[in-house]
């Protein structure tokens, strides 16, 4: 009888340890296919530092989007006036056989720049076009002391946007 009971208890074991395997299997495979389907999104590249000689920087040139798909960029503006500047705000235009295009363009937030002074501006851009290099212009605005609103604070920046 006692080799009855324990050839009882081994099948029991093995029962038990391919159940678990089996479950172990299947959980494993639930949880890689839900961390393929997780999309981490791209955190935009550093702009080089804004400066009185480049008050407005981009975090590449040329700047490579995916038609019709969101892609973060960063834009550095600088200060060179002596008045402080209130919703500071930049806008980016392209031209494109001689007509403007204004690419969808979405930054965390309007900013304050005080003389001598320097902002990140981090956002999404996203261009619908054609496969192909434009031309673009980073025009930055803001208000005056006098809450005015200035189109340009700066000269405008050129860059390019490399559609692929």
């Known amino acids: 009888m006692n080799k009855k009971g324990s050839m009882e208890l081994s099948v029991n074991s093995i029962v038990i340890l391919v159940i678990a395997v089996t479950l172990l299997g299947l959980i494993l495979g639930f949880i890689t296919t839900k961390l393929g389907q997780v999309k981490i999104p791209e955190v935009a590249p550093d702009a080089p530092a804004a400066s009185s000689g480049d008050p407005v920087t981009v975090s590449s040139n040329p700047f490579a989007v995916n038609s019709g798909k969101n892609m973060p960029i960063m834009i550095n503006v600088y200060n060179p006036h002596t008045l402080n500047f209130t919703r500071v705000r930049p806008l980016v235009t392209c031209i494109v056989s001689g007509a403007t295009i204004t ?17 990140s ?6 261009m619908s076009a054609t496969k192909d290099l434009y031309l673009c212009q980073i025009i930055i605005s803001g208000n005056d002391t006098s809450s005015v609103e200035i189109k340009n604070i700066i000269p405008p920046k050129d860059f390019a946007i490399r559609v692929e």
């Open 103 to 119: 690419p969808t363009l979405v930054f965390n937030e309007e900013a304050s720049i005080s003389v001598a002074g320097s902002k």
């Open 121 to 126: 501006f981090i956002g999404l851009i996203k």
